[in-house]
């Protein structure tokens, strides 16, 4: 057996391994891993409620924020606790005008004269926070009623800074939906409630999450994302950070193959310089089970796009000689090919088998170009939101 045989088999062993760590091991351990923390405090608990602010950033978000802002008061909360605080990135298509007819309600508005983005709307906010604990979420989310506060009552544990909610990607009336992306967030988030169940979850939910006033008020460079970096804040400041399945949120699903693919590049982009800025917190030295759950959900599922490139490459190199390889080959080269027929698809709404075949692909692809993208430093904290199917009435967008 010569070298390049030696490494061709080597790369398709990190191309199988990789997967079936995160996707089979990971949740196996999970599982069967002890206890060792109470659950959540429930909202029924609680006796005396902490002040909250909640925080909207938004982005020319004219065909939400008014929805948006009816259903944030008309929240399950004692309302001489809350404080609304909208924060417009510079929007020049009328939404601040809309949340600025809110203010008569209680509902403060900032406008930021120069786009920075997301995470730049919510450290502008840290000047203006009222309440002990800060809720943040999507102005294009739609936030259950009763979600506030059983995101809130956790934080009457004090080893609690922060909690994320569960997310319901449904298909809105855009008719667009991508049923892989559905399947995925279900997975995604079964694995989040078993990190809880254990210690505590490694990133939240950009579209609903909590953490404490004094948590918020670190500053996030606004290249990074703060919903990834919050239980890393938490976790350095001795904190735990819980997925709390009660609070949920439904988010339309993506309106096309391409904005989807384009999410996924600038979300793991993010995620992957996110990361570097808290690197120590990898160390399972210091941080044990916690940096555990970091590498294992985080930096080995990332990788798993590399892993599947050298894999590819690697059965291609044996294909002359194994009829294994060949075979596997021959697999990968049609699913790249059907990927290519969907995103190329006529008014992009392929077939669903070809959707699911490009949902794969498409993350594999996307998943190589952030890491380009992240090696080569190239920071993008100002993007155009994601255009999604609405929740009912209208075009929404996500950042």
Known sequence: MNTLTIASLAAVFIGVLLPLYCFVVYPLVLNIAPRRYRKAIKPEEIEQWPSVTVVIPVYNGKDTIFAKLTQILDLDYPKDKLHILVVSDASDD????????????????????????????????????????????????????????????????????????????????????????????????????????LYGVVGAAGAIFASRRELHEDMVPSALSRDFAAPLIAREKGFRSLLIPEATCAVARGMGLGPEYRRKVRTMTRGLETLYFKRH??????????????????????????????????????????????????????????????FRWPGGRPPRALSIIAFGVGGIMAGLQAWIAALRGELNPVWEPTKRGSLGGGPTSQA
């Not at 906010?125 to 999507?138: E, K, P």
């Not at 930096?299 to 796009?305: D, E, K, N, Y």
């Not at 194994?322 to 090919?337: E, H, N, Q, R, T």
């Open 94 to 197: 009328g939404t601040n005008e809309i949340a600025r007819s809110f203010e008569d309600r209680g509902v403060e508005v900032v406008v930021l004269e120069e786009r920075g983005g997301k995470t730049a709307a919510e450290n502008a906010a840290r000047d203006y926070l009222r309440g002990d604990v800060v809720f943040s979420t999507d102005a294009a989310v739609s936030v259950d009623g009763q979600a506030l506060k059983h995101l809130v009552a956790p934080f009457a544990d004090p080893e609690v800074g922060v909690t994320t909610g569960r997310i319901f990607s449904v298909k809105g009336d855009g008719g667009h939906g991508l049923d892989a992306e559905s399947w995925y967030n279900g997975y995604d988030m079964r694995l989040r409630q078993l990190e809880t169940e």
């Open 281 to 342: 917190l990898a160390n399972p030295a210091k941080y044990g089970v916690f940096a555990w759950m970091l590498w294992s959900h985080k930096v080995a599922r990332w990788l798993i796009p590399v892993g599947c490139g050298v894999a590819t490459i690697g059965v291609g190199l044996l294909a002359p000689t194994s009829k294994i390889a060949a075979v596997l080959f021959v697999a990968a080269i049609f699913c790249i090919g059907g990927a290519f027929v969907a």
